[in-house]
């Protein structure tokens, strides 16, 4: 797998959703940071991964539906599906770490369902003020 295509960002649960498990935040290539939906199956049974969709009536009335997000090479494709899988469960495991009291001060930052990686104590007021560019 080659984690230089894809880094792992974040990972919200949503546990009052019906259908989505989660939202994984994953950066595509060192450039363009993507949120997708991780969707249980019909069955409930599975789950899978998906990017955001617009649906529409193509000329015939049925509904169609476009994927906001597609890539070109099929292989990538599953190589990010799996890397998404991957890190999910990491972040799913971790937050279950948290919530029993088994993490570290540092993972016990996002106790409200966002699980992180690679940040390792939260931001002063002063860094975010300067990367969000704020006035205070």
Do not use: W
């Not at 989660?22 to 599975?46: Q, R, S, W």
Request: proline letters at 7%; aromatic letters at 12%.
């Amino acid at each position: 797998m080659n984690n230089n295509n894809f880094e792992f960002k974040s990972y919200t649960p949503t546990p009052q959703d019906q259908y989505m498990l989660g939202i994984v935040k994953v950066k595509l290539y060192g450039k363009v940071i993507v949120n997708f939906k991780h969707v249980k199956t019909k069955d409930g049974t599975g789950d899978f991964f998906c990017s955001a969709s617009y649906s529409f009536q193509d000329a015939g009335g049925e509904k169609k539906y476009l994927p906001c997000v597609m890539l070109n090479d099929r292989d990538d494709e599953e190589e990010m599906l799996n890397f998404m899988r991957q890190k999910s469960h990491e972040a799913i495991a971790q937050r279950s770490a948290i919530k029993n009291n088994q993490a570290s001060p540092q993972q016990a930052y996002y106790p409200h369902g966002m699980v992180q990686q690679n940040q390792a104590s939260p931001p002063s007021m002063p860094e975010v003020a300067q990367n969000d560019s704020l006035p205070f």
